[in-house]
């Protein structure tokens, strides 16, 4: 495969290897080449388009959880021999999978994070070569009271600050939100407002606060969107406090959540019935949009399956191109993959018949 300048990539990680849909900016036909790393559950996907590289964490057969890097669209991979992201010697820590990758261009152009499980950021500055933990989080005071989701204490949500390069939040299923105001150097609670699933309406001081997904705005450097477990919610204080936004919706419940690459106010989730049945409501699968930051919602669902459907869709499966109209891809445990060219107003079958879908990521060749 060799894209040309413009071209869209898609880049899929699922439970047995990694796929890459290429096609021109018309978004009219995909090709598909893969899978890569056979066999092997890729979770996360970053991509650098000056000198082009792409970067997979997976779980190699031979050295455990790892990043991977291309520099030819796929053509050939670099596989770091014994792992290149790893717990400190004697911690009594053991790196399960490679939960996120997030590049902080306002940081340095080649610095990208790692977010792992059991929950720890790390940092690599090389990128995506080699990582070190950041201590100051690994080492939190607050750690030891830290509780596991059903998935385990996993670190899946990296944001930098798109204006403050010191500003960095994470999401940590099951402890919520931690934020960094320094670079990385100190990390504060940030779960004002959200509520702890069968506890009080407010947050007590620790867990369990189940982080799904959260996502910037595009025009409002202050507002953050958040997916919890369960609830909707919204910040405009960078994260300071959080305000209850899922009136309008038909649950609560859900794993993704994607925010419109350059109209404020607009985001998107794909609802599913609880926690107990995460399947779309009713056996239709619709996308849910705001286009008002939260105050009311709409369903998308035309060319979606609209009766006998029961799969689900993770929380990093579910992603937008930054072209004009947005372009939205979503990816399911059950191997389908949907593309939306239109801002969700309607939706077509990329594929039908991929292994389980972890992530999805859509990048632009510069």
Same mark, same amino acid.
């Given at each position: 495969?060799?894209?040309?300048?413009?071209?869209?990539?898609?880049?899929?990680?699922?439970?047995?290897?990694?796929?890459?849909?290429?096609?021109?900016?018309?978004?009219?036909?995909?090709?598909?080449?893969?899978?890569?790393?056979?066999?092997?559950?890729?979770?996360?996907?970053?991509?650098?388009?000056?000198?082009?590289?792409?970067?997979?964490?997976?779980?190699?057969?031979?050295?455990? &959880?790892?990043?991977?890097? !291309? %520099? /030819?669209? +796929?053509? #050939? =991979?670099?596989?770091?021999?014994d @792992?290149n992201?790893?717990?400190?010697?004697?911690?009594g820590?053991?790196l399960?999978?490679?939960?996120?990758?997030e590049?902080?261009?306002?940081?340095?152009?080649?610095?990208?994070?790692g977010?792992?499980?059991?929950?720890?950021?790390?940092?690599?500055?090389?990128?995506?070569?080699?990582?070190?933990?950041?201590?100051?989080?690994?080492?939190?005071?607050?750690?030891?009271?830290?509780m596991?989701?059903?998935?385990?204490?996993?670190?899946h949500?990296?944001?930098?600050?798109?204006?403050?390069?010191?500003?960095?939040?994470?999401?940590?299923?099951? &402890?919520?939100?931690?934020? !960094? %105001? /320094?670079? +990385?150097? #100190? =990390?504060?609670?940030?779960?004002? @407002?959200?509520?702890?699933?069968?506890?009080?309406?407010?947050?007590?001081?620790?867990?369990?606060?189940?982080?799904?997904?959260?996502?910037?705005?595009?025009?409002?450097?202050?507002?953050?969107?958040?997916?919890?477990?369960?609830?909707?919610?919204?910040?405009?204080?960078g994260?300071?406090?959080?305000?209850?936004?899922?009136?309008?919706?038909?649950?609560?419940?859900?794993?993704?959540?994607?925010?419109?690459?350059?109209?404020?106010?607009?985001?998107?989730?794909?609802?599913?019935?609880s926690?107990?049945?995460?399947?779309?409501?009713?056996?239709?699968?619709?996308?849910?949009?705001?286009? /008002?930051? +939260?105050? #009311? =919602?709409?369903?998308?669902?035309? @060319?979606?399956?609209?009766?006998?459907?029961?799969?689900?869709?993770?929380r990093?499966?579910?992603?937008?191109?930054?072209?004009?109209?947005?372009?939205?891809?979503?990816?399911?445990?059950?191997?389908?993959?949907?593309?939306?060219?239109d801002?969700?107003?309607?939706?077509?079958?990329?594929?039908?018949?991929?292994?389980?879908?972890?992530?999805?990521?859509?990048?632009?060749?510069?």
């Open positions: 495969m060799t894209p040309h300048s413009g071209d869209l990539l898609l880049i899929v990680g699922t439970v047995k290897g990694a796929f890459i849909f290429s096609c021109d900016r018309n978004r009219r036909e995909f090709k598909i080449a893969g899978p890569y790393f056979k066999g092997q559950s890729v979770f996360s996907t970053a991509f650098f388009q000056d000198k082009p590289r792409i970067l997979l964490g997976h779980m190699s057969m031979h050295w455990g &959880a790892l990043v991977s890097w !291309s %520099d /030819d669209f +796929g053509a #050939s =991979w670099h596989e770091p021999e @792992g992201i790893k717990f400190p010697a004697g911690s820590l053991t399960n999978a490679v939960w996120a990758l590049r902080a261009p306002l940081i340095g152009a080649d610095v990208v994070f977010g792992a499980d059991p929950a720890a950021l790390f940092r690599s500055d090389d990128r995506g070569e080699t990582f070190r933990p950041v201590e100051s989080l690994l080492n939190h005071p607050e750690r030891p009271y830290w596991p989701g059903a998935g385990g204490l996993c670190l949500t990296v944001l930098p600050d798109p204006h403050d390069p010191k500003r960095i939040l994470v999401g940590i299923s099951s &402890a919520g939100m931690y934020r !960094s %105001d /320094d670079g +990385g150097d #100190s =990390w504060t609670r940030r779960n004002k @407002g959200v509520k702890m699933e069968g506890g009080p309406p407010h947050a007590p001081h620790f867990g369990p606060q189940c982080a799904h997904k959260m996502r910037y705005d595009a025009k409002n450097p202050a507002r953050i969107y958040l997916q919890n477990h369960p609830g909707v919610y919204r910040s405009d204080d994260g300071d406090s959080w305000i209850d936004i899922h009136a309008g919706l038909p649950s609560e419940f859900g794993f993704p959540l994607v925010a419109h690459p350059s109209r404020g106010d607009t985001a998107y989730l794909i609802p599913l019935e926690d107990q049945f995460r399947v779309p409501l009713e056996g239709a699968v619709k996308v849910w949009r705001t286009r /008002d930051a +939260g105050t #009311s =919602w709409e369903p998308l669902g035309h @060319g979606l399956p609209n009766r006998d459907c029961y799969f689900s869709v993770l990093d499966a579910f992603t937008s191109d930054s072209l004009d109209p947005a372009g939205l891809y979503f990816g399911t445990r059950g191997g389908q993959l949907f593309a939306s060219r801002e969700g107003e309607s939706w077509s079958s990329l594929a039908d018949w991929l292994p389980a879908v972890l992530c999805v990521r859509a990048v632009e060749v510069a």
